[in-house]
């Protein structure tokens, strides 16, 4: 029996995400590389991810061994274009709209930048990244 003003609390012990398996700089985590456990002493470090869905689908930026908590500093979102990968170069006028291939010379995410190697006449531009693979040509 409980005494007056005695409450009860359930609540579950913090969890925070591991990694379930070594993910390297540039993997892309999926469902199966993570999962939750139990944070060690009852506490989730500020630094640690304690959801799930958070952390699917970022890059990784370093290395994550198995069973290593998940710490933001460790992953990010992936870039909407990618270093070395091709993207498409849209220059648009009223009434005009060009497009021709590209490669990014670097990462970019929507709202940068970036430099982009023109593959029709081999120049380097700058362009503004608009959505995932594709670039704005001022």
Request: no cysteine; net charge positive.
């Amino acid at each position: 029996p409980l005494s007056a003003g005695a409450t009860t609390a359930t609540s579950a012990a913090p969890t925070q995400v591991v990694s379930a398996t070594l993910l390297k700089r540039g993997d892309v985590i999926l469902p199966e590389h993570v999962h939750l456990q139990p944070a060690p002493g009852g506490r989730v470090p500020a630094t640690v991810h304690t959801d799930l869905a958070a952390v699917l689908g970022q890059e990784v930026v370093g290395v994550l061994r198995p069973g290593a908590p998940v710490l933001h500093s460790l992953i990010r979102p992936v870039p909407a274009a990618a270093k070395g990968r091709m993207v498409t170069m849209r220059w648009q006028r009223p009434g005009l709209e060009l497009s021709a291939a590209g490669r990014a010379l670097q990462d970019g995410y929507v709202g940068d930048t970036i430099r982009v190697l023109n593959q029709v006449n081999n120049k380097v531009i700058m362009a503004t990244v608009t959505a995932a693979g594709v670039v704005q040509v001022p």
